[in-house]
């Protein structure tokens, strides 16, 4: 995919000479998806890795990321908006609500890619009951309720009410590309077992995540020492600070990530065993990005943990009674290394976007 220097992709390419058949026609409307996040973010990239499947097919995309001048972020947000037939927004949708309103006043059809189920509820119950979550709650469900289109990355969403009549694209990962053993690839790989790993965690301390309760099951199944950085804005529960397993980073930026992500042996993605509903952690394709393999401690989310064990870049330790040094090599040597590597073979089976956006097309 071209980009320019205003972050903008117009994309038009045949697929000639492709080793595979989209056995679709060619769209009869011009697409743009929008990423309201960064560049660099795996939202962005997943949004990016949409449009290049659409440019595979021919199609006219015009893909949009947010830009570091905010007036001109909207100057071509609004103009793909205005010369497109149909706009592609990402979850979380609040970050599109202004667009995703422009975008139904202008008449055109809103596709939106959805990861996240809002509100958040534990054992049954709405988790943040502020009433500023509640009224971006509500916002989120008006951009469901006006989506005409919605695509979710697991069956498993397909059981929330609010998402009962998306559709199901396997967003991320064609798991035979992923299947790629680079020896050496992380920082653990060339350390002897008897040395301490080192876990990353990077994101929001809270209820959701159960921090605690990921720490102790990796007391029960690790075979070796380990310490748990965690790099996170908010101030960490006294029982972590004062655990001399936890190592507290504080926020991080980007950039200040990544460097401690070379110094780290896995990801960890912790969520609330009681946490309801369906799920699909984006925050693993940032520690994939960092060539980490990834550990994952929740509920059951099975499309989630299917992905991650299948291909060979993670491990579900939940249930688990132990974990072999093996299985930890092993983890080890099929992460993908580079971060640019991995989201390049990190995208949709070719033409299943397009597939599914033929089907839109003929729609009522």
Not at 155 to 178: H, R
Not at 324 to 348: D, W
């Amino acid at each position: 995919m071209r980009c320019n220097s205003d972050s903008t992709a117009l994309v038009r390419r045949s697929s000639a000479g492709c080793a595979f058949d989209l056995a679709v026609e060619r769209l009869p409307f011009k697409i743009a998806a929008i990423a309201a996040t960064p560049a660099t973010s795996i939202e962005a990239k997943i949004v990016q890795n949409c449009a290049s499947d659409l440019s595979l097919a021919e199609e006219d995309v015009v893909y949009v990321c947010r830009q570091e001048s905010t007036l001109g972020w909207w100057r071509e947000a609004l103009k793909a908006v205005s010369t497109s037939d149909v706009v592609i927004f990402h979850s979380p949708l609040i970050f599109s609500v202004i667009l995703v309103v422009i975008t139904k006043l202008c008449r055109k059809r809103i596709v939106s890619l959805v990861w996240d189920v809002y509100p958040v509820r534990l054992n049954g119950r709405r988790y943040d009951k502020r009433l500023i979550r509640r009224g971006i709650d509500l916002l989120e469900r008006f951009c469901l309720a006006n989506s005409d289109l919605i695509l979710v990355p697991s069956p498993d969403f397909l059981k929330e009410p609010s998402l009962a009549d998306a559709e199901f694209v396997p967003m991320w990962v064609e798991p035979k590309l992923t299947h790629i053993s680079w020896p050496g690839s992380t920082a653990a790989s060339q350390r002897g077992a008897d040395e301490v790993l080192k876990i990353l965690f990077a994101g929001q301390v809270n209820e959701t995540r159960a921090l605690d309760h990921a720490l102790e099951r990796l007391k029960q199944v690790l075979p070796i020492p380990f310490l748990l950085r965690v790099a996170s804005f908010d101030k960490l529960p006294d029982s972590l600070l004062s655990n001399r397993q936890v190592e507290f980073l504080g926020g991080l930026s980007p950039c200040e990530l990544g460097s401690v992500a070379t110094n780290c042996d896995f990801g960890l993605v912790s969520l609330s065993p009681v946490l309801d509903g369906a799920g699909f952690p984006s925050k693993t394709f940032d520690y994939l990005g960092f060539g980490l393999p990834v550990l994952y401690s929740g509920p059951r989310l099975e499309c989630f943990i299917r992905l991650i064990e299948e291909t060979g870049v993670g491990l579900d330790v939940s249930k688990r009674d132990n974990v072999s040094v093996a299985e930890l090599r092993e983890l080890q040597s099929k992460i993908i290394s580079h971060r640019k590597l991995f989201f390049r073979e990190t995208r949709l089976k070719p033409g299943s976007m397009s597939r599914t956006l033929s089907r839109f097309a003929n729609r009522p």
